[in-house]
T-cell receptor, first 115, second 111 residues
């Protein structure tokens, strides 16, 4: 199965620590998205890449968040100086195309717990 | 900015009963997509509607896009326990560069 892969699946960290998540999209997909989902809510858009270019960042994304997709393949999402409010499921999705009109293929997510 | 709202937030049904979830956008949408998320799982794409008034069926699921392209519905006939999960609608915004998801409708089916 060559679906979207995310790791780690779970991450527990203490407040103030830095964490990094990785996403490997479907290989031929040029678009990669990061979403955040809290319990009982729909996915909230964080940022997206078209190939290696980061084209949009949500206002939800504070300066403590940074994402990269250095070679247009895998992506990393780093959160610095984590806060308890950062606890959530971080979902990565990929798609093929030049707009959000193409269906998103989601990974299983990384569940972050900040204690 | 664009908002996508879904009602109801939760729905309990007896197995065999029908179920409908409604999705409303504050702006006209070029298309709408529906996703299903099983408990503990990730959202999985179900269908995309593009044309005004479009109706599409997938077995017991019927999807409809409103004439004004600002609302949509998903109807499940004769629910089964395998239908359990949260159903999300999503519409593109920012010149179609990203999807905004609704809050979802969580369906619970009693056997």
């Amino acid at each position: 199965d060559t679906g979207v892969s995310q790791n780690p699946r779970h991450k527990i960290t203490k407040r103030g620590q830095n964490v990094t998540f990785r996403c490997d999209p479907i290989s031929e997909h040029n678009r990669l998205y990061w979403y955040r989902q809290t319990l009982g809510q729909g996915p909230e858009f964080l940022t997206y890449f078209q190939n290696e270019a980061q084209l949009e960042k949500s206002r939800l994304l504070s300066d403590r968040f940074s994402a990269e997709r250095p070679k247009g393949s895998f992506s990393t999402l780093e959160i610095q100086r984590t806060e308890q409010g950062d606890s959530a499921m971080y979902l990565c999705a990929s798609s093929l195309g030049v707009s959000a009109n193409s269906p998103l293929h989601f990974g299983n997510g990384t569940r972050l717990t900040v204690t | 900015g664009q908002q996508v709202m879904q009602i109801p937030q939760y729905q309990h049904v007896q197995e065999g009963e029908d179920f409908t979830t409604y999705c409303n956008s504050s702006t006209t949408l070029s298309n709408i997509q529906w996703y299903k998320q099983r408990p503990g799982g990730h959202p999985v794409f179900l269908i995309q509607l593009v044309k005004s008034g479009e109706v599409k069926k997938q077995k017991r699921l019927t999807f409809q896009f409103g004439e004004a392209k600002k609302n949509s519905s998903l109807h499940i006939t004769a629910t089964q326990t395998t239908d359990v999960g949260t159903y999300f609608c999503a519409g593109p915004r920012n010149a179609g560069n990203m999807l905004t998801f609704g809050g979802g409708t969580r369906l619970m089916v009693k056997p």
